[in-house]
């Protein structure tokens, strides 16, 4: 069964750095498009950052290029999201998404609140 389980999140001053986490079960995570999304309040959920399976290329948003960072450890089945200067924008829920054929999985979220 699969399985994504984020982990990471929290309150961080403005220009201060997170690392996210999301462990990956059921499936061996290298052969897959997987990535992050985040919803902050009344928004909808955008795409923030993914490998792609394709062509192994990742992805960032126009609004995280140069201060997101995506990784994966293939031993751990694991995929991180590294966010430096942070800003309050970035305060939302992120979630970790997986795209495995016609199916479509999502982890439970983990907060990121970052204050002014």
């Known amino acids: 069964q699969v399985q994504l389980v984020e982990s990471g999140g929290g309150l961080v001053q403005s220009g201060g750095s997170l690392r996210l986490s999301c462990a990956a079960s059921?499936?061996?995570?290298?052969?897959?498009?997987i990535g992050w999304f985040r919803q902050a309040p009344g928004k909808e959920r955008e795409g923030v950052s993914c490998?792609?399976?394709?062509?192994?290329?990742?992805y960032y948003a126009d609004s995280v290029k140069g201060r997101f960072t995506i990784s994966r450890d293939n031993a751990k089945n694991t995929v991180y999201l590294q966010m430096n200067s942070l800003k309050p924008e970035d305060t939302a829920v992120y979630y970790c998404?997986?795209?495995?054929?016609?199916?479509?999985?999502w982890g439970q979220g983990t907060q990121v609140t970052v204050s002014s």
């Open positions: 998404k997986l795209d495995r054929g016609l199916n479509t999985y």
């Open positions: 059921g499936f061996t995570l290298d052969y897959y498009t």
């Open positions: 490998f792609r399976s394709s062509d192994g290329s990742t």
